[in-house]
T-cell receptor, first 111, second 113 residues
Framework: QKEVEQNSGPLSVPEGAIASLNCTYS??????FFWYRQYSGKSPELIMS????GDKEDGRFTAQLNKASQYVSLLIRDSQPSDSATYLC???????????FGAGTTVTVRA | DAMVIQNPRYQVTQFGKPVTLSCSQT?????MYWYQQKSSQAPKLLFH???????NEADTPDNFQSRRPNTSFCFLDIRSPGLGDAAMYLC????????????FGPGTRLTVT
């Protein structure tokens, strides 16, 4: 069964620190990788998409992709209390338009 | 702004009483998805439409049905809700480019009494 696994949480970081989230996936042909942020009781919000090996930066967020290792990560720099949420890693499987989601990592940023 | 809209945001139904949830989109996306999400779990795909082509996930119960009368609208029908169907129901859309990015609506929180 094709899977997406995320590092177990919860992850607690002090305000201003870097939060590091990891995700591994089983399907070697996956081409599209996403990070969603989900606040408690709300729907997932797309915050990062990455398709090529390497780093992609968007504001305080950096996504890193290594297809050879089947690994994608998300770094949140200068973490703020507003970053406290569950972060879902999603990967397209079978090179089609369905996504497989990881179980999520809950991040708490303490002031 | 282009968006995905779900109505109602909160729905309370009685055990066994049919309920319909609706989703509309102004993104003009070809693909629409319905997910079920329970507390502290990943969204679980129930089915999706590629244009008018319906695709059911193998483990989606027969109790769940869907309709897509046009590009903009999609409905989720739960024919006989059970207590285990209480969840957040999420509608999402995506285009058919290479990106496969999915955009979610705000969700409908279903309570079954």
């Amino acid at each position: 069964q094709k899977e997406v696994e995320q590092n177990s949480g919860p992850l607690s970081v002090p305000e201003g620190a870097i939060a590091s989230l990891n995700c591994t996936y089983s399907d070697r042909v996956s081409q599209s990788f996403f990070w969603y942020r989900q606040y408690s009781g709300k729907s997932p919000e797309l915050i990062m998409s990455i398709y090529s090996n390497g780093d992609k930066e968007d504001g305080r967020f950096t996504a890193q992709l290594n297809k050879a290792s089947q690994y994608v990560s998300l770094l949140i720099r200068d973490s703020q209390p507003s970053d406290s949420a569950t972060y879902l890693c999603a990967v397209n499987m079978d090179n089609d338009y369905k996504l497989s989601f990881g179980a999520g990592t809950t991040v708490t940023v303490r002031a | 702004d282009a968006m995905v809209i779900q109505n109602p945001r909160y729905q309370v139904t009685q055990f066994g009483k049919p309920v319909t949830l609706s989703c509309s989109q102004t993104l003009n996306h070809n693909v629409m998805y319905w997910y079920q999400q329970k507390s502290s779990q990943a969204p679980k795909l129930l089915f999706h439409y590629y244009d008018k082509d319906f695709n059911n996930e193998a483990d989606t119960p027969d109790n769940f049905q869907s309709r897509r009368p046009n590009t903009s609208f999609c409905f989720l029908d739960i024919r006989s809700p059970g207590l285990g169907d209480a969840a957040m129901y999420l509608c999402a859309t995506s285009g058919t480019g290479n990106s496969y990015e999915q955009y979610f609506g705000p969700g409908t929180r279903l309570t079954v009494t």
